[in-house]
């Protein structure tokens, strides 16, 4: 492999490790089980060390809830409610010294200052006597009461009451309630009771509150001595037996030991830390480097440029990213990273075997950030794997609906049988459907977006791309039509021979079919020198000396090639155009060269090449010929027709046309058979019927 595609696949696997190095190692410095209860053990486990067996979240979160409820509330008889009534009481009575001539005018000043009172209950106090006793009375009375203190809402027989950080029990019956406190209050001015009997509705408060200090003070302390553990594993004793089904007291002594570990802060030393990372590092360049020299060597022919090797190693690194925030950041379930989007986007841009490839090297990178984790990768591979042989069967390689539809099937497959053999129960398995369908979902939105693009970056002659290739409205079908009439029809023929010929042989035939239509598409530019388009283009060649004809004839090849790199024909398309006619000799031309002058050179009558590289390539260049010679001659029966095929094909073996091809002296004898009934169909003379006579 060329050492910059070993470059690329030591800097993917150094940015790989990096990010595992960051967000991951920290979650795996421990051994991190995977099991789950009810599942069978592969091996067995026994504890490191002596170790409280912790209880779980929720049940510890009861047994606090427990303790919390029965917790006696301490209380305090607070200042505040008292200074305030007493603030209110002096406004109250000051406003009667100042407006004690007119009831209703006191009643509203009262009111502005927000205290109601009816002003009947008011009248008494214009006697000044009257109401400084009552002021005397009452305010000595308000005091008596919250110094004694007053509560709202106990029922109990006796509070707790926190004094000086000490806390007391005292009966409930050395307080007065709010209502026995207005009572209270009422019985000390009968003179005045219904002015008393609002005053009290509106002044007297609870002042027995709850001390939330103190509160909290003695939650902790009682929370602190909930036991957080219950019992012991003791060093080497046997936690999880071999081919045992896990109990859930098992799996409570599993993640107490994981606890142990963080609580003792056991580490690896700097030396097996630098040897994990090694091996990691080694481990993620081998599954890269096998992903990038799949993708070297699969098409010997194919030039691939170095920027053709970023999108797929930048995948890697995309998945390793996406996979640290789905499982560290997040911390959902694995399930739903988008792992198909990758592996079917490599099959759709490359190839299907290449697909499943990448598939089986995503697998191996992903699960290094999931702590070895088969489940997962097992669901995530196994998924992806089986919708990539659905979408192959149904040749739907960018129907993106039949393509989600599949990835939901094959999702919901193997999380099914899987869940069963595990003996899941229904719960799991719907919550792993779920996120199963989401993972299939932005697993096609990914590729709806990754697909389009580097199809049109790369050039890749996708289904899609030559189905849009064939639509009579692209300006170079248009301008073929328009301006090369005899060459435009001549490609249609020779796309119809050569499609069903490819299906035949095992060749492309979209691409055959799209390769016919643009393989002469150069012709656009001196249309007049080609007999098809101009019956007396030879009084135009007759001008001219056969190496100039010759130039001009060949240069169609070098025109096609510009024009269909201006309007970003895929690159397979192009090779057609380049190679339809290999590096054979254009021999009317240099027969009348070497007629004229004795000699010719050979090689300045010769197209550029190369020869054919691929079955549809050959096709092209079989059906070429044979069209245009038949074209030229008159054809009595199938005989003639499969004379000029043989002659075809024998002449383009003699000049070893077909050496750098990989189509076979079967597939040739295939091609003949296929193409006879084409021909015939097409230049088959069709009965002389008689002139209706006049009568009729």
């Known amino acids: 492999m060329n050492s910059k595609y070993v470059l690329f696949s030591i800097v993917t696997a150094l940015v790989i490790v990096g990010i595992y190095q960051i967000f991951a190692i920290g979650e795996y410095n421990y051994p991190e089980y995977n099991l789950k209860a009810g599942q069978v053990a592969e091996a067995e486990i026994i504890a ?34 008292m200074f305030e009534t007493l ?71 006796s509070v707790l009451i926190s004094s000086e950080d000490e806390l007391k029990t005292v009966p409930i019956t050395n307080f007065f309630s709010v209502e026995s406190a207005r009572e209270e209050l009422i019985k000390t001015s009968e003179s005045v009771k219904g002015f ?13 509150l709850v001390s939330e200090d103190k509160l909290n003070e003695i939650s902790m302390s009682r929370l602190g001595a909930v036991p957080q553990s219950e019992g012991v594993v003791l060093q080497n004793e046997i936690i999880v037996r071999k081919n045992a089904r896990i109990t859930n007291e098992e799996m409570r002594k599993l993640n107490s030991l994981q606890r142990a570990y963080r609580d003792r802060n056991v580490h690896k030393s700097p030396l097996q830390e630098t040897i994990l990372t090694l091996g990691l590092l080694m481990f993620i360049f081998m599954v890269v480097s096998l992903a990038n020299h799949y993708f070297c060597v699969m098409d010997k022919e194919a030039k691939l440029l170095v920027s053709d090797f970023i999108p797929l190693n930048l995948g890697f690194v995309v998945l390793a990213l996406i996979t640290t925030l789905v499982n560290q950041v997040l911390g959902y379930s694995n399930l739903v990273i988008p792992f198909a989007m990758f592996g079917i986007s490599a099959a759709i841009l490359v190839s299907f075997e290449y697909g499943m490839l990448y598939s089986i090297c995503s697998s191996m990178v992903v699960a290094p950030f999931i702590n070895w984790e ?34 939901v099937i094959s999702s919901v497959l193997v999380i099914v049988s899987i869940s069963i053999y595990k003996n899941d129960n229904l719960i799991s398995i ?13 697993s096609i939105a990914g590729i709806i977006m990754v697909v389009p693009y ?83 283009s030879s009084v135009l060649h007759d ?14 090849v070098s025109e096609g090639i510009i024009l269909a790199k201006k309007y970003k024909i895929p690159q397979p398309v192009i090779d057609i155009i380049m190679q339809h006619h290999g590096d054979s000799v254009i021999r009317y031309f240099y027969e009348k060269e070497a007629k004229e002058k004795g000699t010719a050179d050979k090689t300045a009558f010769q197209y550029p090449g190369p020869k054919p590289q691929s079955k549809e390539a050959a096709l092209v260049m079989i059906a070429d010929i044979v069209e245009s010679t038949a074209k ?22 003699k000049e070893k046309q077909f050496d750098e091809s990989p189509i076979t002296l079967k597939d040739l004898s295939v091609i003949k058979s296929l193409f006879i009934p084409v021909f015939g169909s097409i230049y088959r003379k069709r009965l002389d019927y008689p002139e209706p006579s006049s009568s009729e």
């Open 632 to 653: 030229a001659k008159s054809i009595e029966s199938e005989a003639d027709i499969a004379k000029i095929i043989d002659d075809t094909i024998n002449h383009l073996i």
């Open 430 to 442: 719907v919550r792993s459907l779920g996120v199963g369908l989401i993972s299939a979902t932005t």
């Open 454 to 536: 580097y199809e049109r970056k790369w050039n890749r002659a996708t289904k899609q791309t030559l189905l849009e290739l064939l639509d009579f409205n692209h300006p170079l079908l248009k301008k073929l039509a328009t301006e090369a009439v005899g060459t435009y029809h001549h490609s249609l023929i020779v796309g119809n021979l050569t499609e069903r010929a490819a299906e035949a042989i095992g060749a492309n035939p979209l691409l055959a079919r799209v390769g016919s239509y643009y393989h002469d598409i150069g012709k656009v530019i001196h249309t007049d020198i080609y007999t098809e388009n101009n019956s007396e």
């Open 543 to 556: 001008s001219m000396i056969p190496t100039e004809s010759a130039n001009m004839i060949r240069d169609h």
């Open 48 to 81: 490191p060390f002596d170790f409280p067996v912790m209880k779980p979240e929720k049940e510890l979160e009861i047994e606090k809830e427990k303790v919390i409820q029965q917790i006696a509330k301490p209380y305090f008889i607070s200042d505040e409610p």
């Open 374 to 407: 088969s489940y997962t990768t097992i669901i995530l591979l196994l998924s992806s794997m089986a919708c990539l042989l659905l979408i192959r069967r149904q040749n739907a390689w960018h129907e993106y609906l039949m393509i989600w539809i599949y990835m």
């Open 196 to 208: 008393t009997a609002e005053l009290a509705e509106q002044l007297i408060k609870p002042n027995l």
């Open 87 to 157: 603030s209110d009481f002096d406004a109250i009575f000051a406003l009667l010294a100042s407006n004690a001539a007119n009831p209703n005018d006191l009643a509203q000043a009262l009111k502005r200052s927000g205290h109601t009172f009816n002003p009947e209950n008011l009248s008494a106090f214009a006697t000044p006597s009257l109401r400084d006793k009552t002021y005397e009375n009452l305010r000595n009375k308000l005091s008596s009461l919250y110094q004694k203190g007053i509560y709202e809402s106990l029922s109990s027989d």
